[in-house]
C-alpha cells in the first residue's frame, strides 16, 4: 500500500446557497421562487422552478461562490 492512499482526499469547499424565502404561483404554468443568501444578503428576483423540492435544496449565491 502506497502512502498516498492513505492520506484523506481533499473535500471541496462548501458551497454557500441561497434559500427560499418567498414562493408561490406566477404568471403560467409553474412555480415562482425568490431567494436570498444568509451570509451575504445576496437577493434574487423572481424565478421559475420546477419543483418544490428543488426550490429548497437552494441554489449557489452568485456573490459568495465567485
Given at each position: 500500500?502506497?502512502?498516498?492512499?492513505?492520506?484523506?482526499?481533499?473535500?471541496?469547499?462548501?458551497r454557500k446557497?441561497?434559500?427560499v424565502v418567498d414562493a408561490g404561483n406566477g404568471p403560467g404554468p409553474g412555480r415562482w421562487a425568490a431567494f436570498e443568501?444568509?451570509?451575504?444578503?445576496?437577493?434574487?428576483?423572481?424565478?421559475?422552478?420546477q419543483s418544490v423540492t428543488e426550490a429548497k435544496r437552494g441554489i449557489p449565491c452568485p456573490k459568495c461562490n465567485r
Open positions: 500500500m502506497r502512502q498516498m492512499d492513505l492520506l484523506p482526499k481533499p473535500q471541496r469547499t462548501p446557497l441561497m434559500h443568501c444568509k451570509h451575504c444578503g445576496e437577493r434574487s428576483e423572481w424565478m421559475r422552478i
